[in-house]
């Protein structure tokens, strides 16, 4: 016998256990399917720390997103006993005409956040663990920080389950078909289950799920080091703010110390290897870390000590590296949440709010005319 649930959300991760949550405690059946375990390593949602940021370089659009984000993650932590969130303070730097700083700018300003202008030398003085150029310059925004995706998904699991929800680790979805009563069969490698509506929110394995955004959600290998700090604690929390630094060959991010002896970064996009999600390498190669040791060596030099870790994950990007958070023309009762291109996991706790309004509802209240698919065919 099938088993009929309003809701089956496909992929427990960052967006999708946010999704399940939301679903669950408005009172709906939902069944959530995820094929690694909860949490896992092998997407997107992993990797100790992950930045938040009210400051959105990439648009002001996102600022209302993330301020009703950082809500929901101090209600979350409110009702497991979790701590989700840390507050660190954050660096949007680069040489005045990059589209970090101008962009740090112009988002703070059109939605009146509080900011600071910082000179190179001021950064450097005020967070002796920088050593940014006398070109760059620097906006500090004290409310920024990181969250711990692994946390935050387990603490997104245990409510939707106190809330009635039903979580399945370790089974993977292999077909989405529409029934003739207008709900959807999702068939798994160990069973079948009918649905009102389905959310996919599968990351990299999207395109494989959903046809409609094979050309749309392209996954990227990402890699990310953590080094022993020689001066350690000028990279502690209290001295460490989290930041995004454009420089002439590309985006980096950081963050302070937390849970691996190490200075945490990445480059935005790394090599800009797209990959199959089933076939990437996984195992950090030399020139991986190369890369990443000569950027700290240059701009963090009290960073840049021995090795603790390396670690891949993955991006998936859209063509214009904007979300997509949309249903499917031509499949209406299936919901996509997809292509977060590597910043989109401070935005889950909303996300999961917005993916739960269009699966119930088929809109939402959230400003999201940058998410929908229609823009491709208007392109």
């Known amino acids: 016998m099938t088993n009929r649930y309003d809701v089956v959300v ?33 997407g997107s949602s992993h990797g100790v720390t992950r930045i938040i940021r009210k400051v959105q370089y990439e ?25 989700l969130l840390y507050i660190t303070g954050g660096v ?9 700083f101008r962009g740090a700018v112009q988002s703070c300003e059109a939605h009146d956040i509080d900011h600071e202008i910082l000179s190179a030398a001021e950064v450097n003085e005020r967070f002796p663990g ?87 959600a392209v996954p990227e290998r990402q890699v990310l080091a953590w080094l022993q700090p020689t001066v350690p604690e000028r990279f502690d929390r209290e001295n460490f703010p989290v930041f995004v630094h454009a420089t002439e060959d590309g985006h980096y991010y950081g963050f302070p110390r937390h849970d691996v002896p190490g200075f945490k970064f990445g480059k935005f996009n790394h090599f800009e290897e797209t990959v199959d999600p089933d076939e990437m390498n996984r195992q950090p190669r030399p020139k991986d870390e190369q890369l990443l040791r000569a950027y700290a060596e240059r701009y963090f030099p009290d960073g840049a000590g021995p090795t603790m870790k390396l670690a891949t994950c993955m991006f998936t990007n859209t063509p214009d590296e904007q979300f997509v958070l949309d249903t499917l023309p031509d499949r209406p009762r299936i919901t996509v949440g997809a292509g977060f291109s590597g910043r989109g996991f401070k935005f889950a706790s909303v996300i999961g709010e917005i993916l739960a309004d269009l699966a119930i509802d088929g809109e939402t209240d959230h400003d999201i005319d940058l998410f929908g698919l229609d823009r491709f065919d208007r392109a």
Not at 59 to 68: G, I, T
Not at 92 to 100: H, I, K, L, Q, Y
Request: glycine share 10%; with cysteine; net charge negative.
């Open 130 to 216: 920088y050593a940014l150029p006398a070109d760059h310059h620097a906006v500090y925004q004290s409310d920024a920080g990181f969250l711990v995706p692994e946390q935050c998904i387990i603490a997104s699991v245990e409510a939707a389950q106190a809330a009635g929800a039903e979580i399945r680790a370790r089974e993977s979805v292999v077909d989405l078909t529409p029934l003739s009563d207008g709900g959807v069969r999702v068939t798994s490698q160990k069973g079948t289950y009918e649905a009102e509506r389905v959310v996919v929110t599968a990351g990299a394995w999207t395109r494989k799920l959903v046809p409609e955004l094979e050309e749309l």
């Open 59 to 83: 648009d002001p659009a996102y600022v209302p997103l993330v301020e009703r984000a950082y809500d929901l993650w101090r209600d979350l932590e409110e009702r497991t006993g979790r701590d």
């Open 10 to 42: 496909v992929g427990v991760g960052g967006m999708g256990s946010a999704t399940v949550y939301q679903l669950a405690n408005r009172g709906l059946d939902v069944l959530g399917l995820e094929q690694f375990d909860v949490p896992h390593d092998m």
């Open 92 to 100: 949007d730097a680069g040489p005045r005409d990059s589209e970090v």
